[in-house]
């Protein structure tokens, strides 16, 4: 069974603090992607990578950074947390080969508060 | 450009009636189309997707959905809505590496 698997599923945070939100998948997946989720707005892409050490913006990357050291392992970063930032943030990965038509395949979501 | 249009942001519906989700996109390239379900503090779930080949494709828990190129749309639907059928679902369409989500349209179901 694929897997995504984002290992902090709530947390809470305070103002400017930095905070790491990691995800794993297990397909051997070239592209990862970063979302956050908000009602009304839909999903949008903060980052991605088609790669280790590749990292392309999305349409909402500021305030945001992003880490892909392996394959498998993909970590959004907030350097110094905002209360906008509260959101929901998903995970995804696709393979590369074909490009179109491949299923992306998510995470549980990560629920971010920043009091 | 790429775009997609969830035309209703809430459809509340009977259990055992029909359900109608309907999405309209427009792209400059042959798109692959794909729709999404979103239960309650979830991920998204793969429900099915079109990538060229049969326009009606049918996906999993009953839903299909139907591909129109002249009406560039691509409805889902079900026949009998069941009570764990209320959730959010997304249509997405995606060139290559660029992927659209529309803003969702909740189905509520009635006992």
């Known amino acids: 069974d694929v897997k995504v698997t984002q290992s902090s599923r709530y947390l809470v945070k305070r103002t400017g603090e930095k905070v790491f939100l990691e995800c794993v998948q297990d397909m051997d997946h070239e592209n990862m992607f970063w979302y956050r989720q908000d009602p009304g707005l839909g999903l949008r892409l903060i980052y991605f990578?088609?790669?280790?050490?590749?990292?392309e913006k999305g349409d909402i990357p500021e305030g945001y950074s992003v880490s892909r050291e392996k394959k498998e392992r993909f970590s959004l970063i907030l350097e110094s947390a905002s209360t906008n930032q509260t959101s929901m943030y998903l995970c995804?990965?696709?393979?590369?080969?074909?490009?179109?038509?491949?299923?992306?395949?998510f995470g549980e979501g990560s629920w971010l508060t920043v009091v | 450009a790429q775009s997609v249009t969830q035309l209703d942001s809430h459809v509340s519906v009977s259990e055992g009636t029909p359900v109608l989700l309907r999405c309209n996109y427009s792209?400059?390239?042959?798109?692959?189309l794909f729709w999404y379900v979103q239960h309650p503090n979830k991920g998204l779930q793969l429900l099915l997707k079109y990538t060229s080949a049969a326009t009606l494709v049918k996906g999993i828990n009953g839903f299909e959905a139907e591909f129109k190129k002249s009406e560039t749309s691509f409805h889902l639907t079900k026949p009998s809505a069941h009570m764990s059928d209320a959730a959010e679902y997304f249509c997405v369409v995606s060139t290559g590496f660029k992927t659209i989500f529309g803003a969702g349209t909740r189905l509520f179901v009635k006992a």
């Open positions: 792209s400059s390239y042959s798109p692959s």
């Open positions: 995804a990965s696709t393979r590369r080969a074909g490009g179109t038509g491949n299923t992306i395949y």
């Open positions: 990578s088609y790669d280790v050490k590749m990292k």
